[in-house]
């Protein structure tokens, strides 16, 4: 039922990417989200029954769950137990430790900037598949135009404010809500750009959106 391609070289070279910046010092919270796997079991409930956004939610959980004992097999010095639950956060043991989903209701931004927030952490570095975020859709439009700098009130303004399962927006509506009232930034970029992305772990300039 799980998907016949993962990609093998990319979490290889994300291995090695993570791993060396823990040697120089680097601790990482790593939150995964549900991608297509999550979409595939959403959609193949919905084809089946009239399924709520609980339970479709509740797949898309299982899927960033299936994601995280992925990545935290993968990535040494990892701690063991996955953050799956956001309102019990626990001591940081670990150079590196993984988190999932939680509850339905939102994304995996939320959880991320849920545990930004309990850390001290004063932003968080989203990294999917869009390198920006975009004045429309980039997919369908060839004419989208980046942003290189949002407040939260003018993201918040281009987005829809409601959840849906799904939901495609670079932060999901309720993760921007709690990032504008705690005050915590956001770093959108393509998340298969590594050398894009330690750019951005380094504060060194990088391509992307921020949002604050």
Same mark, same amino acid.
Do not use: C
């Given at each position: !039922?799980?998907?016949? %391609?993962?990609?093998?070289?990319? #979490?290889?070279?994300?291995?090695?990417?993570?791993?060396?910046?823990?040697?120089?010092? %680097?601790?990482?919270?790593?939150?995964? @989200?549900?991608?297509?796997?999550?979409?595939?079991?959403?959609?193949?409930? *919905?084809?089946?029954?009239?399924?709520?956004?609980?339970?479709?939610? !509740?797949?898309?959980?299982?899927?960033?769950?299936?994601?995280? $004992?992925?990545?935290?097999?993968?990535?040494?010095?990892?701690?063991?137990?996955?953050?799956?639950?956001?309102?019990?956060?626990?001591?940081?043991? $670990?150079?590196?430790?993984?988190?999932? @989903?939680?509850?339905?209701? +939102?994304?995996?931004? $939320?959880?991320? &900037?849920?545990?930004?927030? #309990?850390?001290?952490?004063?932003?968080? &570095?989203?990294?999917?598949?869009?390198? %920006?975020?975009?004045?429309?859709? #980039?997919? +369908? %439009?060839?004419?989208?135009?980046?942003?290189?700098?949002?407040?939260?009130?003018? $993201?918040?303004?281009?987005? *829809?404010?409601?959840?849906?399962?799904?939901? @495609?927006?670079?932060?999901?509506? &309720?993760?921007?809500?709690?990032?504008?009232?705690?005050? &915590?930034?956001?770093?959108?970029?393509?998340?298969?750009?590594?050398?894009?992305?330690?750019?951005?772990?380094?504060?060194?300039?990088?391509?992307?959106?921020?949002? *604050?």
């Amino acid at each position: !039922m799980y998907p016949e %391609h993962i990609d093998i070289e990319y #979490f290889r070279q994300f291995k090695k990417f993570i791993e060396k910046l823990v040697k120089r010092g %680097h601790r990482f919270i790593i939150v995964t @989200g549900g991608g297509k796997l999550a979409r595939n079991y959403q959609n193949a409930l *919905s084809a089946i029954v009239r399924a709520d956004d609980w339970n479709k939610d !509740m797949v898309g959980i299982q899927a960033t769950r299936a994601n995280a $004992y992925l990545l935290r097999g993968i990535l040494k010095d990892s701690d063991p137990v996955v953050i799956n639950e956001t309102d019990k956060p626990k001591k940081i043991k $670990y150079p590196i430790t993984v988190g999932s @989903g939680d509850t339905p209701g +939102h994304s995996t931004d $939320y959880d991320s &900037i849920l545990l930004a927030d #309990f850390y001290g952490a004063n932003q968080v &570095i989203i990294a999917g598949k869009p390198s %920006h975020v975009f004045d429309k859709d #980039f997919v +369908h %439009h060839d004419d989208a135009k980046p942003f290189d700098y949002l407040s939260w009130k003018e $993201y918040r303004a281009i987005f *829809s404010k409601k959840w849906t399962p799904g939901f @495609g927006s670079p932060v999901d509506p &309720i993760g921007a809500k709690l990032a504008e009232k705690k005050g &915590i930034k956001a770093i959108i970029i393509n998340g298969r750009d590594l050398k894009n992305f330690e750019r951005a772990i380094l504060g060194k300039d990088f391509k992307g959106t921020v949002i *604050s």
